[in-house]
């Protein structure tokens, strides 16, 4: 009956009837429910029985992990960071300390209901908003040219959701969606003829366009004001101070530091919880002993009082201290608990995705779900998620190797953010998601094996030098993919040059 019912639909909009401009639509809603009856003629090519609309859901296959730890996280951080109940956030600082703890808060008196429902109506306006405006921009160029509407909109448009902060206001939504579809993909033709990642796309006009709504104070809840009124309330009647005070700066945001802050300033500040277990150790205790005599403090180092501690990182040089100005001391005091896995900063809660961020980006696990799927169909290329792996990891290596064996007294005096962990950099942040599922988008990503691996490798370099180098900039993903999007043409041409070079050069022995 279905589908009687769609061929005669169909059969309204043949050419000469009055409904024929209206064609792709009526082809959209066929296709979606049955296999497409003839072949692509035009990019992007599938040699295989599964068509373009069975490869796309196999991607939002792939997705959902991401999609159920976007709902849980963001509905979870709203919960807590909207309550204006300070007990609450302690309650639940206390208990993700621990995987057991965390769960423990979760499902306290029912609370995973109200998770749920938080998580829920941040994130499914936003992809309903998402494929609607979308659409209406693939379905108007589709009847205007008279081709087919292409299913490239149903991953482009979760894609997007996901990668946007929860506080994004629903017009602006609708507006990014709507400009990124139509200059990154429409103006060159549609699905196939895209240069750059389309979701990416959309998402980098608005960081560009509207950037008080894409960083900052947007990660946490639907409603930045009613967030931040939230916060100083819990802040207010706690009593807390500058240093332990709430905050919902994200740990992408405290790892951006001034270079100022060095690696010394940050050791000095950690070993006051875990004691002679830093890097840095005997420059501190050098600097201590100088400022301990010259202040007559009678202090114990790793034993420092707040205040003592503060002054002694923030006094001059020629007095004993490390020279750290005081303006800077809060930043290089959070850096610290990122740097060592202090209170809420484990690598458990990065890797789960325990953490403020885009609302589908937070979870590595659920990413790493996401890429077996993808690999183990082969629509993703393992060769470009193991390429940007690479170049990311081994890019933080050799600047935390740098930094701690070269230079004064060990290091100590390089600034804070070379000396990261580099397996740290593969947690904090979108890194996994754009590994995933950002880089490896077939149409604008290389097409040989060999350039994949360059082309991973490129976009992987690219993102921690970024990260650790721009202080205007604390997240450099988005902007690595895109600019490897710009060389992939590039680099397919040279490794194409380089292949056919080779099989001559064995030809011609």
């Not at 690595?480 to 680099?491: E, G, H, S, Y």
Request: proline fraction near 4%; hydrophobic fraction near 50%; aromatic fraction near 12%.
């Amino acid at each position: 009956m279905l589908r009687r019912l769609l061929d005669y639909q169909l059969s309204l909009t043949e050419k000469g009837k009055v409904f024929h401009k209206m064609r792709p639509l009526i082809e959209a809603a066929d296709t979606f429910l049955y296999e497409a009856p003839i072949n692509t003629k035009k990019g992007p090519h599938i040699r295989d029985a599964v068509d373009l609309k069975r490869w796309m859901i196999i991607v939002i296959f792939a997705l959902i992990p991401c999609l159920l730890a976007a709902i849980w996280n963001t509905g979870l951080q709203n919960f807590v960071y909207t309550s204006g109940d300070y007990k609450l956030m302690n309650e639940y600082l206390l208990g993700a300390n621990s995987l057991q703890g965390y769960f423990d808060f979760a499902f306290k008196d029912s609370r995973f209901l109200t998770i749920i429902k938080n998580g829920l109506v941040a994130l499914v306006p936003i992809i309903i908003i998402s494929y609607a405006v979308g659409g209406l921009c693939e379905a108007l160029f589709a009847v205007v040219r008279g081709h087919e509407i292409s299913e490239g909109l149903l991953v482009t448009g979760i894609l997007y959701a996901l990668i946007l902060p929860p506080t994004i206001p629903y017009w602006m939504a609708a507006v990014g969606v709507a400009v990124g579809v139509i200059l990154s993909k429409e103006v060159f033709g549609g699905s196939g003829m895209n240069i750059v990642n389309p979701a990416l796309a959309c998402r980098a006009f608005l960081f560009f366009t509207f950037p008080g709504r894409m960083s900052g104070d947007v990660w946490v809840g639907t409603n930045s004001t009613v967030t931040r009124e939230s916060l100083l309330k819990m802040n207010h009647d706690a009593q807390t101070g500058t240093l332990d005070g709430y905050s919902q700066a994200t740990h992408l945001a405290r790892f951006n530091v001034t270079p100022e802050i060095k690696r010394i300033h940050v050791d000095a500040i950690a070993s006051n919880d875990i004691g002679a277990n830093v890097g840095t150790f005997p420059a501190i205790e050098k600097q201590f002993q100088h400022w301990n005599q010259a202040g007559n403090h009678q202090a114990a180092l790793t034993e420092l009082q707040p205040d003592q501690l503060r002054q002694f990182v923030t006094s001059p040089l020629n007095e004993g201290g490390l020279g750290l100005a005081s303006g800077n001391y809060e930043d290089a005091y959070h850096f610290a608990s990122l740097d060592y896995g202090l209170g809420h900063n484990g690598d458990w809660n990065f890797f789960l995705g325990d953490k403020l961020g885009s609302m589908g980006e937070t979870s590595v696990l659920a990413c790493i779900l996401g890429a077996i799927l993808l690999i183990w169909t082969g629509v993703g290329s393992w060769r470009t998620m193991v390429g940007m792996t690479l170049g990311a990891f081994i890019t933080a290596f050799l600047f935390e190797m740098g930094a701690r064996f070269f230079g004064a007294e060990g290091g100590a005096w390089n600034p804070a953010a070379f000396t990261f962990p580099a397996y740290k950099h593969l947690l904090l942040g979108g890194l996994a998601f754009g590994i995933v599922f950002m880089a490896t988008d077939p149409v604008s990503s290389p097409s040989r094996k060999l350039a994949r691996w360059i082309y991973g490798a490129l976009a992987g370099i690219v993102a921690i030098i970024i990260r650790i180098i721009n202080p205007a900039y604390p997240e450099g993903v988005m902007l690595a993919i895109l600019m490897a999007n710009v060389f992939a043409p590039l680099i397919d041409y040279y490794v194409v040059h380089y292949e056919r070079n080779r099989s001559l050069r064995r030809v011609r022995v």
